[in-house]
């Protein structure tokens, strides 16, 4: 039987990768580009109808009369691939796009008599993202075993949480862009479980056999599972941004969703207005872009809202569902005829996880300033909604102009320059932020050179023309102070 179910598996072949499955792709970039959508309207943020938000993408205006008539209920569950340099319970290395089936040994291959180990960082960055997400922590919380087969898990079982997550209870803070309304929302988080991530398979072209990947295997993951509180695709899509924007500005995971460093499934249910009663959930597995999300999600409540309205919603069924980038629609993946029976037990090998006030006490003492908080002390400052998100939305950016502003400048000439004249330098030469020569003290310098006709805005904008990123630029840069300050 054995035989049967695995001849078609062949671990140790990988002809049909080709380079770019294993090179690994320029990360942090900086974009001009919020997570979820293009930060462009100049309108001030107005709040929108918490209840419900039609899809953007319209067929015709009876669907959007349909649509009118329901509520869509969405959850997420969000997988957060963690930073750390070795697995969560053995020592091989966590390397993303390494040569594969080399960062593997017995305990993650599932060999029987190896034992697993708990890799302390992990529990580290569970409680940081607990307080981040105002959570509530188990002081003392353990390891379970979830059972179910499938090829790229070795063990037959993956080391989860199951009754006791190390954080439950908690909530997000967040701002819609104003290109879809504006407006201030609170999502609720059901509860923060550490486990480990399984292998990957790789389908051949021609689906005659998969190949076996177990470097992932044993990778330590965070899932945040959020209340069903989302009404709309773009609510999730920035829901799933503000997740990205968290681990990263904790340092938990680079939150790059084309590694799969974080992956979300959607959970839909529709229901009429007014009723209390959610209807059949369908979920939308591996999504791994927000654009991605938004669209599966409005394409999934027409398709449900359709059924309604035609008298078949017996035909909305408890099922996973793939979304089809090419055909923009959802299609089925599986069936589900009932709960699935995981026989979650208590995982024998490891000990129970006990947190002490001290050490969480110092964990939260070290935590930074995270995107609420960094939203708000912009928005204290003067700045409008667009300069807000798009200065918080990427750390590093926010390091930045925090320093510039830091080192004296006006506060909103330092958003324009860094909004208009940088960030379509960076765009156009796809870079990061960091990356450029130009320091925070010497863009607070040229602010206030022009601000105090030192030097004319016309200079200024030359200055802005040169390239960023080159030593001699800086070199004429100062020089012109040297030569205007001899003058004045």
């Known amino acids: 039987m054995s035989t049967t179910l695995f001849r078609t598996f062949q671990p140790n072949q990988f002809s049909l990768l080709g380079t770019s499955l294993l090179r690994r792709r320029r990360s942090n970039n900086f974009s001009v580009r919020s997570c979820g959508s293009q930060t462009t309207t100049t309108h001030e943020a107005k709040q929108s109808s918490p209840t419900r938000v039609a899809p953007k993408n319209h067929k ?58 708990l890799n302390s960082k992990v529990v580290e960055f569970g409680v940081r993202l607990g307080l981040a997400l105002n959570c509530d922590l188990s002081l003392k919380s353990k390891f379970d075993r979830k059972q179910y087969f499938y090829p790229d898990l070795p063990k037959g079982y993956q080391i989860s949480q199951f009754d006791i997550p190390i954080a439950s209870g908690g909530y997000v803070d967040l701002d819609i862009p104003l290109e879809f309304g504006g407006g201030h929302r609170r999502f609720g988080i059901t509860r923060v479980h550490m486990e480990e991530d399984a292998g990957k398979l790789l389908h051949s072209d021609t689906g005659d056999y998969s190949q076996v990947d177990l470097n992932r295997a044993g990778v330590p993951l965070l899932e945040i599972v959020s209340e069903p509180d989302m009404r709309s695709g773009i609510e999730a899509a920035e829901y799933a941004c503000e997740m990205q924007r968290i681990a990263r500005y904790l340092g938990v995971s680079n939150g790059n969703m084309q590694e799969g460093s974080l992956r979300c499934d959607v959970n839909i249910s529709i229901r009429p207005i007014g009723q209390a009663e959610f209807g059949t959930k369908v979920e939308i597995k591996n999504l791994n872009a927000f654009s991605a999300i938004s669209r599966a999600i409005d394409f999934e409540i027409s398709r449900q809202a359709l059924l309604y309205n035609q008298g078949k919603a017996d035909e909305i069924v408890t099922e996973t569902r793939l979304w089809e980038e090419g055909a923009q629609k959802t299609v089925t993946m599986r069936k589900k005829e009932g709960l699935a029976d995981y026989r979650y037990f208590p995982e024998p090998d490891l000990p129970e996880v006990i947190l002490t006030k001290e050490y969480v006490d110092s964990i939260r003492a070290s935590l930074p300033e995270l995107p609420e908080a960094k939203r708000r002390r912009y928005e204290a400052m003067g700045l409008g909604m667009q300069d807000v998100l798009f200065l918080a939305n990427d750390v590093s950016v926010a390091e930045y102009f925090d320093a510039v502003i830091g080192k004296g400048a006006e506060v909103k000439l330092a958003a324009n320059w860094i909004m208009s004249d940088i960030a379509a330098y960076l765009k156009n030469e796809k870079l990061s932020i960091n990356d450029i020569k130009l320091t925070p003290h010497e863009l607070a310098e040229l602010i206030a050179a022009i601000k105090d006709g030192t030097i004319s805005g016309k200079i200024g904008k030359e200055v802005s023309s040169l390239p960023f990123n080159n030593e001699s630029s800086f070199v004429w840069i100062n020089a012109t102070f040297s030569i205007f300050a001899d003058t004045v």
């Open 60 to 117: 015709s205006n009876k669907l959007d009369e349909i649509l009118r008539d329901y509520e869509a209920v969405i959850g997420i569950e969000t997988h957060v691939q963690l930073s750390t340099l070795t697995k969560a319970f053995c020592s091989c290395s966590n390397n993303y796009g390494s040569y594969p089936n080399i960062s593997i040994c017995p305990v993650c291959m599932g060999l029987p008599g190896a034992l697993p180990v």
